[in-house]
């Protein structure tokens, strides 16, 4: 800090070396100067304005006194008045480095980028010489003006010179690391504000540092970080609802119900001062969805929508919450209206043209769900992942010609996307080429032998064709290449269970479940293993309950649970979660099939025929027509 009158002293002595030093007040410049800074030491301004005033007019050609008065001004923080002075001094001597220091800072003072420009060239003159180079307001004002008008460098050089000088200077930390930023140097910028000595620094001033520090882990995905600095920030201003919205948000990046959980609590003081937060409401949606509590979800979106009924984000969060009960004629009832709204957020309808388009096509109603996705594409012409969508819908709906049509076209589109190539291939083999097909992926695994998701592919294909233990060597040979990666050991187990290798096919599951024991789809395909074939029950039954925990409406898992309790001989069981099932996903024939089963030996043969004439009518996959046409025919004469 500058203190008052110290170098004026020396300065002025020097300019007035001559004059008595107690000369009558009316004719020395000198003592009214000495004067106004006795006054102004005394806490007395007006008076030691006046007495600078009466310095100046008998003075009035002294720049080194205009300088001096201008600082005065400067720290009574009237900006206007330094200014004029420090221009007054600067005409009577370009060179006085006191009167650029008080004009830069002034000028920095809310500057325009053609002020800031200004003050930077006055400062700049004053960090070279002696005095400025060690004066902290100068250089900071500096590194502030060059952030300002976009001179990173400049502003990174000048504060680190700073900082060296004052360590524990906190808020130069602060703008450097936001030069260092703005650089796009992000490392650099956490690494500064992690050195900075946060209990040296002010409430606000941590304030500030924390909340900026979670921002910068927030932009490179540290999600844990930015959490812990949010919280950090939140017990200096507990009422600061950004950063609780912040944290929050982090929280639930990290996934997990513990850290959902928090999040919620984060959130709970919003909604006590204010619950049409929606904001608050969506990340409630959010973490209650996170949870499994997908009433609670629902009711938060819900809520969401009633206070902005066009909102694209409680839209997505209604259609999340929906898509993960498995609600899919819901999910369209609601998003064919929605959309029909006029919308001004183009991305988010892309997200919500891609749950409808999805619900559609688990619905059986691939025309729809094409249709879908080619309005959306049209809205994303550059980005592959909607061809991608449309190329599988026509797979769904067995258009094997048309779908390798779109992929030879879209690979001619986008050369370096191997997804295309996948899709190539599987529509050849449906469609009987299964030597183009394998030859296709076999030469993408040949050129990036490392590619999981073409080895995924190339031994689904094996299996397909027929060349099961192809496809079982492949796997088996990138599983001991890849032991975390938990995909390639679940697809072995599958391709050996559907090729009936039961016993096989149960090994390699337990592995699965030995890395990750909560891997729901292992859990369910062993557990249906076991039930399909009416063996070791109860052990199916943990294992489904244990998958259906994970994924409470998931139709697929309460399938094979009503499944196993109709092994079982528990029909009341075996109807409770085959009911739901068949609701859930209505176009699914196995599920349809499993229900007619459970009808006609409950007696209820016309019930069980609707069934099985819906399994016949759905998507055809893993059942046996012949089988069940019969069991129409004998359930037709029983219930006559």
């Not at 006191?98 to 920095?108: F, I």
């Not at 999910?331 to 209206?337: A, G, N, R, S």
Request: proline letters at 3%.
């Amino acid at each position: 800090m500058r203190k008052v009158g110290l170098v004026p002293l020396v300065v002025l002595f020097l300019a007035f070396i001559s004059a008595p030093l107690f000369a009558q007040a009316s004719t020395d410049p000198y003592y009214e100067f000495l004067m106004g800074c006795h006054l102004e030491g005394q806490g007395d301004a007006l008076a030691a304005l006046e007495a600078f005033e009466r310095a100046v007019k008998l003075a009035p050609t002294s720049a080194t006194l205009h300088a001096e008065i201008s600082a005065f001004y400067l720290r009574q923080n009237r900006s206007d008045e330094a200014k004029k002075f420090a221009r007054k001094a600067l005409d009577l001597d370009s060179k006085n480095i006191e009167a650029q220091r008080v004009l830069g800072l002034a000028l920095s003072v809310n500057p325009t980028l053609v002020v800031a420009s200004e003050a930077v060239n006055y400062l700049k003159q004053v960090v070279t010489s002696p005095s400025g180079a060690t004066d902290s307001q100068v250089q900071f004002s500096l590194g502030r003006l060059y952030l300002l008008t976009g001179d990173f460098t400049g502003a990174i050089e000048v504060l680190q010179q700073l900082i060296v000088q004052r360590p524990y200077f906190s808020q130069a930390q602060l703008m450097l690391a936001r030069a260092q930023k703005a650089a796009g140097l992000n490392n650099a910028a956490i690494a500064t504000l992690e050195s900075v000595e946060y209990t040296n620094a002010r409430p606000y001033n941590q304030f500030q540092l924390y909340s900026t520090l979670g921002q910068y882990y927030e932009d490179v995905n540290r999600w844990a970080s930015a959490a812990e600095a949010y919280a950090q920030a939140l017990a200096i201003s507990p009422e600061n609802r950004d950063l609780r919205i912040r944290r929050a948000s982090m929280l639930l990046a990290l996934s997990g119900q513990d850290n959902a959980s928090q999040a919620l609590n984060v959130l709970q003081p919003l909604f006590e001062r204010n619950r049409l937060d929606t904001n608050a409401l969506y990340l409630q949606s959010q973490a209650y969805r996170s949870m499994g509590n997908l009433l609670q979800a629902e009711e938060a979106a819900r809520e969401m929508l009633t206070l902005e009924p066009n909102s694209q984000r409680g839209a997505y969060a209604l259609s999340q919450v929906l898509s993960q009960g498995h609600r899919y004629q819901d999910v369209i009832d609601y998003l064919e209206e929605f959309l029909a709204l006029p919308s001004s957020d183009g991305k988010a309808s892309i997200t919500l043209f891609s749950y409808l388009a999805y619900a559609c096509q688990v619905l059986g109603n691939y025309d729809k769900a094409i249709e879908v996705l080619s309005q959306a594409k049209k809205m994303t012409p550059d980005s592959p992942s909607f061809d991608v969508a449309i190329i599988q819908a026509s797979l769904a709906a067995k258009r094997y010609a048309t779908a390798l049509d779109q992929a030879v076209k879209a690979q001619t589109q986008y050369p370096q996307d191997q997804r295309f190539l996948h899709l190539q291939a599987r529509a050849l083999l449906y469609s009987g080429d299964s030597s183009r097909a394998l030859t296709i992926v076999e030469e993408l695994v040949e050129e990036n032998p490392n590619n999981v998701s073409s080895i995924i592919v190339l031994a689904d294909l094996y299996s397909e064709a027929g060349h099961v233990d192809k496809g079982v060597v492949l796997l088996a040979d990138a599983s001991a290449r890849f032991p975390t990666d938990a995909s390639i050991l679940f697809r072995q187990g599958s391709i050996l269970a559907n090729a009936d290798r039961y016993d096989d096919a149960e090994l390699v599951f337990r592995q699965v479940l030995k890395q990750k024991p909560d891997h729901a789809e292992a859990l369910n395909y062993l557990g249906y293993m076991f039930a399909d074939r009416g063996q070791r029950l109860d052990e199916a039954i943990r294992l489904i309950t244990k998958a259906l925990d994970l994924d409470v409406h998931n139709p697929a898992y309460l399938d094979s649970l009503g499944w196993a309790y109709f092994k079982q001989g528990d029909l009341a069981e075996a109807e409770k979660y085959l009911s739901q099932a068949v609701s859930a996903l209505p176009v699914n024939s196995v599920i349809q099939s499993h229900f007619g089963d459970l009808l006609a030996l409950s007696g209820r043969y016309r019930e069980a025929v609707l069934a099985w004439l819906r399994a016949l009518e759905g998507d055809g996959e893993g059942i046996d027509p012949v089988n069940i046409e019969s069991k129409i025919r004998d359930a037709r004469a029983k219930g006559d």
